[in-house]
């Protein structure tokens, strides 16, 4: 169960683990970003550059994939974490297992808190000659739940990749307390 645990973290490379979808008159249907663990697509060809070309109306940066250093980095963390896991799996320590899971939900963590940094900067840095100005208005999105930003209603959440993740503490917990269960007191 617990080996099953730690590969589900692989499933970042198969499924996108985060989704914000921008929904306005517009634009019934919304207009959703995938965020993958290696890129940021979109729902359909050309996603991304129309939310760019919208975000460019109310002065906020583009979004550039190439420049986002987490896109990089975060498939070997999670590659990495995975691998140990699975191997932590063979040796039936649940005090192991539970100091994987508290590594994985720091990591998580820091990673949530870097989605949120990224989104402030983001919605708060704006150019100052953009062509739509409000005093005081801010266009960050939710880290996670729904806002609205002028006419749009911006939805921030996991998406399957994401739900996974919650199933590897899930089950990973699971398998940790049946271990400590039957582990018997030396």
Same mark, same amino acid.
């Given at each position: 169960?617990?080996?099953?645990?730690?590969?589900?973290?692989?499933?970042?490379? &198969?499924?996108?683990?985060?989704?914000?979808?921008?929904?306005?008159?517009? !634009?019934?249907?919304?207009?959703?970003?995938?965020?993958?663990?290696?890129?940021?697509?979109? #729902? +359909? +060809?050309?996603?991304?550059?129309?939310?760019?070309?919208?975000?460019? !109306? &109310?002065?906020? /940066? @583009?979004? +550039?994939? $190439? #420049?986002?250093?987490?896109? /990089?980095?975060?498939?070997? &963390?999670?590659?990495?974490? #995975?691998?140990?896991?699975?191997?932590?799996?063979?040796?039936?320590?649940? /005090?192991?297992?539970?100091?994987?899971?508290?590594?994985?939900?720091?990591?998580?963590?820091?990673?949530? @808190? $870097?989605?949120?940094?990224?989104? @402030?900067?983001?919605?708060?840095?704006? #150019?100052?000659?953009?062509?739509? /100005?409000?005093?005081?208005?801010? !266009?960050?999105?939710?880290?996670?739940?729904?806002?609205m930003l002028l006419n749009f209603m911006a939805k921030s959440w996991p998406y399957i990749g994401g739900w996974f993740i919650g199933g590897t503490f899930i089950l990973g917990g699971i398998a940790v307390w049946?271990?400590?269960?039957?582990?018997?007191?030396?």
């Open positions: 169960m617990f080996f099953i645990a730690a590969a589900l973290m692989l499933t970042l490379f &198969v499924f996108p683990m985060w989704q914000i979808t921008l929904i306005a008159p517009q !634009y019934p249907q919304g207009v959703t970003m995938y965020i993958w663990i290696n890129k940021i697509t979109g #729902s +359909e +060809e050309g996603t991304l550059q129309n939310i760019n070309i919208l975000n460019h !109306y &109310v002065g906020m /940066k @583009y979004i +550039e994939p $190439d #420049s986002i250093p987490e896109l /990089k980095y975060f498939p070997i &963390v999670v590659a990495a974490m #995975s691998l140990l896991g699975m191997a932590l799996a063979f040796t039936g320590r649940w /005090k192991w297992w539970m100091g994987w899971l508290i590594l994985g939900l720091i990591g998580c963590g820091l990673g949530l @808190y $870097d989605f949120y940094l990224w989104e @402030y900067d983001y919605g708060h840095n704006l #150019s100052p000659t953009a062509p739509i /100005k409000i005093p005081g208005m801010a !266009y960050q999105p939710p880290l996670i739940g729904n806002k049946l271990q400590k269960r039957n582990t018997p007191i030396a």
